[in-house]
């Protein structure tokens, strides 16, 4: 009982007592490495902050060097072409060259669910993720380079007056006919597989090695049409320079990627069919995605010729190019981010993705709204200037027209966050929606407005079934606290 007692009274003793200096030393030191490593991973957080900012920023400078050299070729390649090829094959070059907007979808939506998942796995530092995923993407978009080119040159190519397709009459168009489309699918088909640098460089926040790429291949392509110009050389001798230069510094981009990145580069040991069912299931929504936008939006043209002619259809169109250059703009501006919201979703860091979100949306409604308001009051100046004449426009188109601006870069920003977290179905749901909504209020609008009515139908449809459910979700995802 003594011996019980003494040590209850020992350790009541020791309770109150001040830690003998061994104890407290080893407790200082602790408490020192403790806030050694809070502030280690504090300095990381912000070094990677600030590296995602400059490499954000980086994108979108060149960015705007390559649109600026994608709108040199358009202006510069017309005056140059037209005169010497006269007005029927450069028609045909016209037309030829227009399948090109085809490219964003014969990939099957590859290039965009590559981007998604490589910046998740960029995000939790797995690089043999991501080299899995690249080796898969790249055997799967070979292969379809190859059933492209297999099917066109050896069941279409033969069996096709293209002249006829074509309907031109003259014996030099009608040589240039077979030859420009044969060049063009042989480029497109192998533009497929050069698509993929490039995504991986988006997803890893090196775009602006990309775009730098790009504006040396628009450059060279501007050149080269220059060259053949001058030397009066056959339209598929245009088309290749136009599309084949390009492709060769995708190329020379790639070479020098996988050289310097030898963790990412490609290897057919490492196709996985997991990493194939991965790519595809997430780019499928991507597809979908765009043919539903698609469909919403170039529906206008046809239901307004439809209803009011073919002469309402120019001026409405001119006005919207207008527009459509600060909406472009702007979307090139937020598309770097996507990449960014993945890995530092991944990374847990929600704060920068709050307050970049917030940035973006600020950024977004502000720059449209500025550059709407000038249009409104400063387009018919410019579309004079442009066009060298007057095209006349009623007030309520520009109106309609700048809503549909700013609505559309809302939109954009909200989607790039949703894109980095995979919240495609959302977008998805949404987009076909809309086209179940927007085109027969359009018919309906066009004919008591006028062409402001088709605009007015898509505004009212993307307000309704894209923003407000766009705002909830993210609202839902990127609210402080646990989820």
Request: net charge positive.
């Amino acid at each position: 009982m003594l011996r019980k007692s003494g040590r209850s009274e020992k350790a009541a003793h020791s309770v109150g007592e001040p830690l003998n200096p061994g104890l407290r030393r080893f407790s200082t030191y602790i408490v020192k490495e403790k806030a050694d490593l809070d502030f280690g991973a504090s300095s990381a957080a912000q070094v990677r902050n600030a590296a995602r900012g400059k490499r954000i920023k980086l994108t979108v400078f060149t960015g705007l060097i390559a649109r600026a050299g994608s709108m040199l070729m358009t202006i510069v390649s017309v005056p140059l072409t037209l005169n010497y090829l006269g007005p029927e094959r450069f028609g045909l070059w016209m037309t030829v060259t227009s399948v090109v907007s085809m490219l964003s979808f014969a990939d099957f939506g590859i290039g965009s669910g590559l981007l998604s998942v490589v910046a998740e796995a960029s995000g939790r530092d797995d690089q043999i993720a991501i080299r899995r995923y690249v080796s898969s993407a790249f055997a799967v978009l070979i292969l379809i380079a190859a059933c492209i080119l297999s099917v066109f040159f050896l069941f279409v190519f033969p069996a096709v007056d293209w002249a006829h397709v074509f309907n031109v009459h003259s014996p030099t168009a009608r040589a240039d006919a077979g030859p420009a489309i044969a060049t063009l699918v042989a480029c497109l088909a192998c533009s497929t597989a050069a698509l993929i640098v490039p995504r991986v460089q988006f997803a890893l926040q090196q775009g602006f090695v990309s775009n730098l790429w790009v504006s040396i291949g628009l450059f060279a392509s501007l050149a080269g049409i220059w060259l053949v110009a001058t030397v009066h050389g056959s339209v598929a001798q245009l088309v290749m320079v136009m599309l084949g230069t390009p492709l060769v510094a995708a190329g020379i981009n790639g070479i020098i990627f996988f050289r310097r990145n030898k963790q990412y580069r490609p290897s057919w040991l490492l196709v996985n069919a997991a990493a194939i069912k991965r790519i595809l299931s997430t780019g499928i929504f991507f597809v979908v995605l765009q043919l539903g936008t698609s469909i919403s939006f170039a529906s206008d043209k046809l239901i307004i010729a439809r209803l009011l002619g073919a002469e309402a259809v120019a001026s409405y169109s001119v006005y919207e190019r207008v527009f459509g250059v600060g909406t472009n703009l702007m979307l090139m501006m937020l598309l770097p981010i996507w990449p960014a919201y993945a890995e530092a979703w991944v990374r847990e860091d929600k704060a920068w993705v709050r307050r970049t979100l917030r940035r973006s949306l600020a950024l977004s409604i502000g720059v449209s709204t500025a550059f709407s308001v000038s249009i409104v009051f400063l387009g018919p100046l410019i579309v004079s200037l442009w066009t060298r004449k007057d095209v006349p426009v009623q007030p309520v188109v520009l109106y309609c027209l700048a809503i549909w601006c700013v609505l559309q870069c809302t939109q954009n920003a909200l989607a790039m966050l949703l894109n980095g977290l995979h919240a495609i179905r959302v977008q998805v749901i949404s987009s076909t929606l809309i086209a179940c909504l927007a085109i027969p209020l359009k018919f309906l609008l066009v004919r008591d407005l006028g062409a402001a009515g088709a605009v007015l139908a898509s505004s009212i449809a993307v307000a309704c079934l894209s923003l407000v459910p766009f705002s909830i979700v993210v609202w839902k995802l990127t609210k402080p606290g646990p989820p």
